[in-house]
């Protein structure tokens, strides 16, 4: 072409191409229904740590790079790591596994609630409100690690929701059974204790001290179990890469309902957990993938430094509790089913008050996402109105809308986004549609609670990259971000 033809070419394919995008953005904003293709439950699969990969043995000491500002770890779920989920059923795992968050719900929930009633408390105790939900397992995913120098590698469980990083140490007054040898400090050159009068020791919330000035830790759990022991600084070893000078407790006397980890890796935003201490050398930045294990057999992951975070991140604020610093508070705003906002659910119902009651959290260790009571009722409706071609099954546990799929391999279900402050979320339908037995009953899985504070689970956070910048103060959702 001549004259002006060209460049009135080229106007019309930028013209349709903006259109094309537009439509394309407008519909998946609007997109009402998705396809959910149906998996079955899926079984424990055998652990396949490679340890070749990384240059490092179970037992072995190797050159590392002191000066990294990257970590990558995989993550197994927990039921890979008791031995007795090979011989049981994927239906009984699954109702241990609900039996476990039930637990891990109502541990978080006392966290916050005396954290709020703080003021009250006997600071003389020697106790640490420091909580896990290690004791019913429900830390769900762990990696394996070195601890000391020679290292010494062991499971230990990931956990948004505590500080402390802790191990069950030799000499045992009481010790669970763990898949490791029990880490002996003495054999260790890296280990050191720390003193009473320690900035670290006076950071636990009640420090104990020993007749050898040294401080004691102890962390409790709601059942009754605990871990007690001697707060240290050791080295950790991440694949080739080591960190040196991370405060631990060495657990000699730990009791209760414990699975084979050797212990638990706290990744909450206290000053004690591990990314409060070890933060600054990875940019403040780490980021997890969970598969969907129905789905996948690929291992889960976490990365710490700056390649944690990805390109197609949408990030919302994190948000401050006055009184409880641990948990990842975000401001939700609503949530869309169908492509259109359910209307009983408003922001007033996620506040975070300034005593520190309510607000929204995101979790590692809880599976289900739990809505307080009116925004679940409100979100449920919603659901059950755009499925009522399903045929209904009984509820099953702790959910209440459950359905018969059976015989069918593909259904198409309603979208369901979260709105949170500045960054809207679109699920996978297999975030919150799934399947609870082996013979096609498919539940909703969010929950109702009574108690002011929402929980936003590992169910729905599956196959997002969570990047957690506490650089930027924020937390951000890729998706397909396992790959």
């Not at 070893?237 to 638990?264: P, S």
């Not at 906002?341 to 260790?365: C, K």
């Amino acid at each position: 072409m001549k004259g002006n033809g060209k460049p009135k070419s080229v106007h019309t394919v930028l013209f349709f191409t903006f259109l094309a995008i537009s439509i394309s953005i407008s519909s998946s904003s609007t997109l009402q229904y998705q396809s959910l293709i149906l998996n079955s439950l899926p079984k424990p699969q055998s652990l396949s740590w490679n340890n070749e990969k990384t240059g490092i043995g179970p037992d072995s000491e190797s050159e590392t790079d002191p000066y990294s500002n990257t970590l990558s770890l995989d993550l197994h779920h927990v039921d890979n790591l008791s031995p007795s989920a090979f011989n049981s059923t994927p239906e009984s795992l699954f109702k241990l596994r609900l039996q476990r968050d039930a637990v891990r719900v109502n541990t978080l929930t006392t966290i916050a609630s005396v954290a709020v009633g703080n003021a009250s408390r006997n600071k003389r105790d020697f106790s640490s409100s420091v909580v896990s939900g290690l004791t019913q397992g429900s830390g769900e995913y762990f990696t394996r690690l070195g601890i000391g120098t020679p290292a010494k590698f062991a499971y230990m469980v990931l956990d948004t929701g505590s500080d402390i990083v802790w191990l069950q140490c030799s000499p045992c007054k009481k010790c669970y059974s763990q898949t490791d040898p029990v880490f002996d400090p003495a054999k260790s050159s890296s280990y050191l204790g720390v003193s009473c009068d320690s900035p670290r020791c006076r950071r636990l919330d009640s420090p104990g001290c020993n007749n050898r000035q040294k401080c004691l830790y102890q962390v409790s759990y709601g059942d009754g179990s605990f871990t007690v022991g001697d707060f240290s600084t050791e080295t950790l070893t991440f694949g080739r890469n080591r960190v040196k000078n991370i405060a631990i407790g060495c657990g000699h006397d730990n009791e209760g309902l414990f699975i084979g980890a050797a212990g638990l890796l706290g990744l909450g935003r206290g000053k004690l957990s591990f990314p409060g201490q070890a933060g600054h050398r990875f940019g403040n930045k780490f980021s997890y993938c969970l598969v969907d294990r129905s789905a996948s057999s690929r291992s889960s992951s976490i990365i710490f430094g700056k390649s944690a975070a990805t390109r197609n991140a949408v990030f919302t604020p994190l948000l401050i509790n006055p009184k409880l610093d641990t948990f990842y508070y975000v401001g939700l705003n609503g949530i869309s089913v169908g492509g259109t906002r359910v209307a009983g659910i408003t922001p007033s119902l996620f506040n975070l008050d300034s005593y520190g009651n309510g607000g929204v959290i995101v979790d590692s260790g809880t599976s289900v996402t739990r809505l307080n009571q009116p925004a679940y009722i409100a979100l449920r409706d919603a659901f059950r109105a755009r499925t009522s071609n399903f045929k209904r099954a009984q509820d099953f546990s702790l959910f209440d809308t459950c359905f018969d799929l059976s015989g069918m391999t593909e259904v198409k279900v309603p979208t369901v986004v979260l709105h949170f402050t500045n960054a809207d979320v679109s699920l996978p339908a297999s975030n919150y549609l799934i399947p609870v037995d082996t013979d096609g009953k498919f539940c909703f899985a969010f929950a109702g609670t009574r108690i002011g504070m929402t929980i936003i689970g590992n169910i729905q956070q599956q196959s997002f990259r969570v990047v957690f910048d506490l650089a930027n103060s924020r937390v951000g959702f890729a998706p397909r971000g396992c790959a």
